[in-house]
């Protein structure tokens, strides 16, 4: 739109007023084609920590390697977080004897257990593949090699989906504060998987809301005009840039529908 009115006499008819920033449903678009990048794996590695392995054990269809639609993905990508903290899960109850290819025994010991139990349980979980050694073994481990590549690849996974699964509960809640801390992650990953384009886009955005370089009152309204309530509950806020895609759905399949040798895009407007 800029380059557009470069030419015009008026300041404002330049638009360079305009703050051009990444939109938020790009960037969880973005982020799901990181992760499959990254975790695809392939036919020569077959081991279950990859998403490669995940299609192919749920027989999910029709996923590119490569730049897969956002609701297959997503859904994958999610389905396959959910399963390896499962994973962690069972593996601790089998150490105490429990087994887990029968359900009834699984809910059963769960039942059993008390407030304190459970939770004490959950952060065994969290420590095993969520903190900082889960997804940088010793040099000792290294030089013994005895690092479980697996398990290091499922933890990297793991912590990977946190910042996304973040991502995705600030927008749907509204939480521009959350949505801020993820933003500052993003520069790290996009930069360490070379999509430097997309670093330096992450970056941009991150200096207009964490410094001096807009006041308070421009950096709140740069993250909140990222987001729209259609329906006005505490939980249902997107992305506004989704709202537009939904919109140009609407108009293609009103085209589709509604097609005739006169009927052209004016006409429907």
């Known amino acids: 739109m800029q380059a557009e009115q470069v030419d015009a006499f008026a300041a404002y008819d330049r638009k360079d007023w305009l703050i051009g920033v990444a939109a938020l449903f790009h960037l969880r678009m973005n ?29 999910r269809k029709n996923i ?91 933890a990297r996974y793991l912590q990977q989906m946190i910042v996304y699964k973040t991502l995705k509960y600030g927008i749907k809640n509204g939480d521009i504060g959350l949505i801020d801390r993820v933003i500052g992650v993003c520069c790290f990953y996009f930069e360490g998987t070379g999509q430097s384009n997309y670093a330096f886009e ?35 806020w997107q992305e506004v840039d989704r709202s537009l895609e939904y919109l140009n759905l609407e108009l293609k399949r009103e085209l589709w529908a509604r097609r005739t040798s006169t009927f052209r895009i004016g006409c429907s407007v």
């Open 31 to 59: 982020f799901l084609w990181l992760m499959q990048r990254t975790h695809y794996g392939n036919m020569e590695r077959q081991d279950a920590s990859t998403l490669y392995h995940n299609i192919n054990f749920w027989g």
């Open 202 to 236: 992450m970056l941009y955005l991150k200096r207009l809301t964490s410094t001096k370089a807009c006041d308070k009152e421009l950096r709140l309204a740069i993250l909140s005009n990222r987001l729209v309530n259609p329906h006005g509950r505490r939980d249902t």
């Open 64 to 154: 590119p390697a490569d730049r897969a639609a956002f609701q297959v993905l997503e859904e994958l990508v999610l389905h396959s977080f959910d399963a390896r903290v499962v994973g962690l899960l069972y593996t601790r109850l089998e150490q105490r004897g429990i087994d887990t290819s029968e359900q009834d025994e699984v809910d059963k010991a769960i039942q059993d257990m008390n407030a304190k139990g459970f939770m004490d349980l959950v952060e065994d979980v969290r420590r095993s593949a969520f903190e900082p050694q889960a997804w940088r073994p010793s040099k000792e481990k290294y030089a013994n090699n005895t690092v479980d590549e697996e398990f290091l690849s499922h």
